[in-house]
């Protein structure tokens, strides 16, 4: 039972991942090494995230909320966002395959880095525990949050972007950053339970999909 409980919650973590690659065309261009590459610039980023924090930003400890110690630790996810577009400079191509690659590439290597030892120590225990599965679905909630990044990215770093798009993208790119700043005090403010915080990161993380989409759309319409 535990095996099966584990392959399930694999197969709701992984399976999407691979879907996505195969579906976008990623795997007619031969891009796994691509892929690969960004996952290598993800662990790089994140390396210089973490010492960067233990630094300048000590581990609150209880008591009362620290919201501007938060606010400035959050800020430090605009480091994604340059990782993102060194990851897409580097590749050659249409706008989608670049996003794909990167968003793919660091999603997955986030998953590896953060829920794979979790998922295969936690979710084989003796005890059945709904964590697991809202983890997976999780992770899946990240993918697109990076696919919504490196679009962001993609959209902003080009030279011929109109003037008129780039308060837009540069909101929707705020929000991305603090994103998981805002749930996460909204979590704590509101003392919501584990399904009711994940479905509001849902539904954030779905209508930021949703307005970054339309916004791409134009963009691409506009310069075709």
């Not at 579906?23 to 994140?46: D, I, M, P």
């Not at 249409?94 to 590439?105: Q, R, T």
Request: aromatic residues 16%.
């Amino acid at each position: 039972m535990t095996l099966f409980h584990f392959g399930n919650c694999f197969a709701l973590a992984y399976f999407p991942y691979f879907i996505t690659y195969k579906c976008s065309g990623l795997s007619e261009y031969n891009a796994f090494w691509k892929c690969v590459q960004a996952g290598v610039t993800y662990l790089f980023v994140q390396l210089c995230k973490m010492l960067f924090l233990a630094t300048f930003f000590p581990t609150w400890e209880g008591g009362i909320y620290d919201f501007i110690g938060e606010f400035m630790k959050a800020s430090v996810d605009v480091a994604d966002l340059v990782g993102l577009n060194l990851v897409m400079s580097r590749n050659a191509g249409k706008g989608e395959y670049k996003i794909m690659v990167a968003a793919l590439g660091w999603a997955t290597a986030e998953l590896i880095m953060s829920r794979c030892i979790p998922l295969w120590v936690g979710a084989r225990g003796i005890e059945f525990d709904w964590k697991y599965i809202q983890m997976s679905i999780d992770s899946n909630i990240s993918l697109v949050h990076y696919i919504i990044a490196s679009a962001q990215v993609w959209m902003i770093t080009r030279y011929d972007l109109y003037h008129t798009f780039r308060p837009a993208v540069l909101l929707l790119m705020f929000l991305s950053v603090y994103k998981a700043f805002v749930m996460e005090t909204f979590v704590h403010l509101c003392s919501l339970g584990s399904w009711t915080a994940l479905l509001a990161r849902a539904v954030v993380t779905g209508l930021l999909a949703l307005s970054t989409l339309a916004l791409y759309v134009a963009v691409v319409n506009a310069h075709s």
